[in-house]
């Protein structure tokens, strides 16, 4: 048995922490694949497309990226289950993103640094916590754990979900009907919604103006939830106060691109979160355990909903 | 018995919480000074120097600032006990504003603010927070409160104080003598350090060249703290990663000062703390109680050290 592993960094410590966890499981580093027949999981963030199609073997994708969408793209993709790597817990560097970027607007840093570049001595509002709304686009594991970071920090919390649900301390607002509601409270917006093609384009000129003038924007979901041109004009208007973006439409951002000049924009290179290998590992060591075992797999991905 | 009022921010909610606090003392409002022998108590963050020695029955000063300088500063200071009104669990604002800095350049905010300006996407390390070693020099109520959430947010946290003394999870360097190493292992290092004398510039060019190579500085103490242009030079040589100031020599910073325009600086108008009138409302009634009472006062600001 053999696993294809194709790592988003330096290979060395997922070799050495998959063959821990794996010891009667021979891994090999993409794309160095041997033979292909020998190939029964592909660990991977994504593979150009129609690689996994060449796996005759293969039963299992354990998909390193929380967003599916470079994997659901590619055409040839294999009809084999589709384990997600991500623990229930969230991770603690999408947490500290969110925190850093939360409290960049509610303290106004944009706006600051905007004053800065006009040599200007402007104090601002000096707001409390609990004055700040801030709504979290998604509560998967990702939306989840910061929300509750948040909350337990004192903002005033709301979250979007697809469904109803309930969430100690955490004002949850579902489907599209709530949506302008969910807006029109949050004067801080983080998006962690999934890349699916439902919610491509789903901050855009419309959505913006339902939020509050002054609100701000975070994105660290993708780029394609936002449209660029509506939060360029909904900043230029003085509608909203500042965006933080982590992801684009197209990465790395090219040079020409209006973004980067925006002085009321911060660009990020999509870097919120740091892939934790000691939290991932254990996830797909589990799956293996039980496609060997013959049991069902856990965390699986539904190819309809797209995460 | 009268009370004069100088509060740094709009009067009335502070009028209205002494007055509450304080219903047998007569609150007023600074310039309106009235009967000038009826003023026992003066609460106040400043005052044009010479203003208090014109009380002659004045018993006490509160103090709304956490740094006595403004006070100290006046050469016709009447000789009376000056009451300190911070809390010790420190400033809520305070804490969150060194939070702030601290993640921002933990997460090397002001490195990818200046690689967007050059149009450039250029991924950092993503450090875990154990990885980071943050020195806060200073441990008053405002500095200890600061340090304590950073040790238990998981930084790798140490002090610099004048005198010995244990912190559980907080390594205390203290002295003169103990400085260079507290700055040597300490990438980012935050000023809480109160405004004496011997203080003054005590950020320079050579404990800059103690600190380690691509470190911080983030300054919310006072601008004489820091000699601006060693710091730029250690910014110039590539030995100091970025800095962020909220305090400067001169308030509001001139447009002409070269701070403004720096890549690596950030530039706050001094806006890191918030007061809480319901926090300090409370130490200056304790105080004139004790006052009326005969009783000792409390949180006195000793005049030799400064603070």
Redesign the interface.
């Known amino acids: 048995v053999a696993l294809l592993l194709n790592p988003p960094g330096p290979p060395p410590e997922w070799l050495r922490q998959l063959k821990a966890a794996l010891p009667d499981v021979e891994i090999r580093l993409w794309p160095e694949v041997g033979n292909r027949d020998e190939i029964e999981i592909a660990a991977v963030g994504s593979l150009p497309h129609g690689e996994l199609a060449k796996l005759p073997k293969l039963r299992m994708i354990a998909s390193l990226f929380a967003g599916q969408d470079l994997l659901l793209g590619d055409p040839l993709l294999p009809d084999v289950p589709i384990a997600r790597t991500d623990t229930a817990e969230g991770s ?2 999408m947490t ?2 969110v ?2 970027h939360v ?2 607007h509610h ?1 106004f ?1 944009p706006q ?2 905007d ?2 570049a006009r ?6 509002p ?1 707001l ?2 609990r004055d700040t709304t801030v709504g979290i686009m998604g509560l998967g594991p990702l939306g989840l754990a910061a929300a509750k970071t948040l909350r337990d920090y004192g903002f005033d919390v709301a979250g979007w979900v697809r469904r109803p649900r309930e969430e100690a301390g955490i004002a949850v607002f579902y489907g599209e009907d709530q949506l302008a509601a969910f807006l029109a409270r949050s004067m801080i917006v983080v998006n962690l919604l999934p890349p699916t093609p439902a919610l491509r384009d789903v901050l855009n000129r419309e959505t913006f103006a339902q939020m509050p003038k002054g609100g701000s924007i975070v994105n660290l979901g993708r780029g394609t939830h936002v449209v660029d041109e509506d939060l360029v004009a909904a900043l230029d208007s003085g509608h909203l106060g500042a965006a933080t973006l982590d992801v684009f439409r197209q ?3 090219p ?3 209006p973004l ?2 925006h002085p009321r924009i ?6 919120a ?2 892939l934790e290998i000691d939290e991932i590992v254990p996830r797909i060591a589990e799956n293996v355990r039980r496609l060997h075992a013959g049991q069902p797999l856990v965390n699986l991905v539904d190819r309809a909903l797209g995460y």
Chains 1, 2 share one sequence.
Not at 119 to 124: F, Q
Not at 266 to 271: A, D, I, K, L, S
């Open positions: 603690t560097s500290e993103t925190l850093l409290l960049r303290r840093l600051y640094q004053s800065q040599h200007e001595w402007k104090p601002l000096r409390r916590p990465e790395p951002l040079a020409e691109s980067w000049a911060t660009v990020m290179p999509h870097v979160r740091r």
